[in-house]
Nanobody, 121 residues
């Protein structure tokens, strides 16, 4: 059974930082492209960032470019999202996702449950 479990969310003031983690089990983590998505109240889920199986090929939404960094530790089966210079508009439920084998192509095979990030002004 595949499980993706996010952690690290919480309440932070604008300008602050958070680091999200996503612990993966039940899949050969090191072969999958991974991604982060977010969904704010009343809005559709949106792509945040993706990373290839090897840790290269990082890609970001324009709204987070230069502030967020996606990374992974294949030895620990864990995906990360370092979020700096947070803004109130970053408030959302953040979910990790396992994509295709190798490089991210937009396909999602597995979703995590999500972790809430709230940024106060």
């Amino acid at each position: 059974q595949v499980q993706l479990v996010e952690s690290g969310g919480g309440l932070v003031q604008a300008g602050g930082s958070l680091r999200l983690s996503c612990a993966a089990s039940g899949l050969h983590f090191s072969t999958y492209a991974m991604a982060w998505f977010r969904q704010a109240p009343g809005k559709e889920r949106e792509f945040v960032a993706s990373i290839s199986w090897s840790g290269g090929g990082a890609f970001y939404a324009d709204s987070v470019k230069g502030r967020f960094t996606i990374s992974r530790d294949n030895a620990k089966n864990t995906l990360y999202l370092q979020m700096n210079s947070l803004k109130p508009e970053d408030t959302a439920v953040y979910s990790c996702a396992a994509g295709s084998i190798g490089y991210y192509n937009g396909d999602i095979n597995y979703w995590g449950q999500g972790t809430q990030v709230t940024v106060s002004s």
